[in-house]
């Protein structure tokens, strides 16, 4: 069997796709928080205006949304959007894996 008869059997395998799911979650949050620190450190170094910042804190299921100055409102309202998708997924995929595993 070679490799690519390989991967489409896996990729085809229903029980592992929350485990893709999840995989591909965290590395969009990774690639994501790795732009935030590039547009942050660009920002302080490079900029001579004002500058906008926001963000979530997760606690469990309690986000934490803060954000620092003039747009800091958007900020905080495109934050709280994101942390609603972000619990919704994350029940979403409780709810698949609890099927995979039945």
């Not at 395998?13 to 949050?29: A, E």
């Amino acid at each position: 069997m070679g490799n690519c008869e390989k991967i489409g059997k896996y990729a085809n395998d229903k029980s592992s796709r929350p485990q893709k799911f999840l995989i591909l979650l965290i590395i969009g949050f990774f690639i994501i928080f790795l732009g935030i620190i590039i547009l942050m450190v660009a920002t302080m170094l490079y900029s001579e205006g004002s500058a906008n910042f926001g963000g979530v804190i997760f606690i469990w299921f309690i986000p934490m949304v803060f954000g620092v100055g003039p747009e800091a409102t958007w900020m905080i309202i495109f934050a709280i959007i994101l942390a609603v998708l972000s619990i919704v997924m994350f029940l979403i995929l409780r709810r698949e894996i609890a099927k995979a595993n039945a």
